[in-house]
C-alpha cells in the first residue's frame, strides 16, 4: 500500500534494536481517516473470503480491526485480552504470548462464547515480526475449532521470520508494507516491492 | 440513548460488587455496527463545540473514540497509555489512575506532542463510576494547557459519585445511559430518566 508506504517514511520513526515507531498515525495518536483507508485496502485484499469476525488483540490492534469491520458488512470485532490470573477459568480459551520487544510473556485470553466453530477469522494485527502474536491469536481460533480464513497485518517486518512462517504454513497472509531493512542512524527504511491492487 | 439501554438490558450481565458486563458487545467483543450508533449520538450531543481532538484510554475507549472520530470529520484520536516505568520521561504527561474495580493504580501517559494548547478536546470512555480515569485524563489535558470541550460516557454508574462531581465542576458530561441502582440478583437494572434528542 503505497499510501502506507509514504506515510511511514514521514511520520515513523526508525529506533535502534530494530524499533518502528508509529506512534504518530497508528499506535499513540490515530490518523482516522487514514485508518479507514487501511480498512477498505483489507476488504479489498480478503474480500473473495467468507469472514464472519474479526479477532485481534489489545491495545494497537483495537482500532485497525474496528476500521476494517466497517468494511466487512460491520461484522463483529473480538480483541483478545491481556488477562490477569483471576480471569483464567474455564470459560476462556487461553493462550501465551511472548514480546520479544518488551521482553515479556503475556497470558492471552477470549471468552469461549466469542468464538465458535462456525466462525469465519480474519485476524487483524498492527505489526507482524517473530509471529508470536498472530501465531497466540491463530492458537485461539484453533482451540475454537474455528476457521482462520486470513491474517492483515498493517507493517511487517520483513526480515524477521514470522512472515515467511505463516505464509509456508499455508495461511493467506497480507501485510499492507513489508519493511526489508531499517538504520537506526540514517532512519532509512526499505520497503519490500509489492504489486499495488 | 434508548437503544443503549435496550442493549444493557438484552446483553449486560449484572455482577456482585456493582459490575456490569457488557463484553457481548463493547468490552470484548464489539458489536461494530451498535458503536457508529454511538458515535453518532455523541456527535449529535457535541456537534456545538468545537473540537480538534478525541482522547481516551486504552484498551477499552479506544473502538468507541474512533467509531466518535468518524462523525467529527475524522479528527485524530488520541489514547493514553498505561505506562511501564521505563516510559516516563519528560516527553510525557504522567498521571495515575486508581482502579476501584481492579483495586489497581495506574500510571498513564501521553506523549507532550500529542496534545498541545491548541488543542480542543473530546474526552470519551466506556464506562463512569468515581471518575478516576476522566479526572486522569482531564489531568493530562490541563497539563498540555489544552481545553477540555466535553465528556462522552457510553455507560455511567448514577449511582456512583464521578458524574455528579464532573458536573459540579462545570464539564459537559453526557452520558448516554446512566445506572442508577442495578441487582445481581435478579439482574434487573434501572436506568435514570434522559431527555431523548
Same mark, same amino acid.
Given at each position: 500500500m503505497k499510501a502506507l508506504e509514504e506515510k511511514i517514511q514521514a511520520e515513523g +520513526?526508525?529506533? &535502534?534494536?530494530d524499533i518502528l515507531k508509529v506512534d504518530h498515525f497508528l499506535n499513540h495518536q490515530i490518523d482516522t481517516a487514514f485508518l479507514d483507508e487501511i480498512g477498505k485496502e483489507f476488504q479489498r485484499l480478503f474480500h473473495q473470503h467468507h469472514i464472519?469476525? +474479526?479477532l485481534t488483540i489489545e491495545a494497537s490492534g483495537i &482500532? +485497525? &480491526?474496528l476500521a476494517t469491520a466497517? !468494511?466487512?458488512d460491520y461484522i463483529p470485532v473480538v480483541f483478545a485480552k491481556k488477562a490477569k490470573t483471576a480471569q483464567m477459568s $474455564? $470459560?476462556?480459551y487461553h493462550t501465551s504470548i511472548h514480546s520479544y520487544t518488551h521482553q515479556t510473556t503475556s497470558d492471552v485470553v477470549v471468552a469461549k462464547q !466469542?468464538?465458535?466453530c462456525e466462525d469465519h477469522v480474519f485476524i487483524v494485527d498492527d505489526f507482524l515480526a517473530n509471529g508470536c502474536a498472530v501465531f497466540g491469536l491463530i492458537d485461539l481460533v484453533c482451540q475454537a475449532h474455528a476457521k482462520v480464513e486470513g491474517?492483515?497485518?498493517? +507493517?511487517?517486518k520483513g526480515h524477521q521470520a514470522g512472515g515467511q512462517k505463516l505464509r509456508d504454513q499455508g495461511y493467506h497472509l497480507e501485510s499492507l508494507a513489508i519493511i526489508d531493512s531499517m538504520n537506526a542512524c540514517t532512519g532509512e527504511i526499505i520497503f519490500r516491492k509489492q504489486k499495488e491492487g
Open positions: +520513526i526508525v529506533k &535502534a534494536g464472519t469476525k +474479526i &482500532a +485497525i &480491526a466497517r !468494511y466487512f $474455564d $470459560d476462556v !466469542y468464538l465458535s491474517i492483515g497485518i498493517v +507493517i511487517e
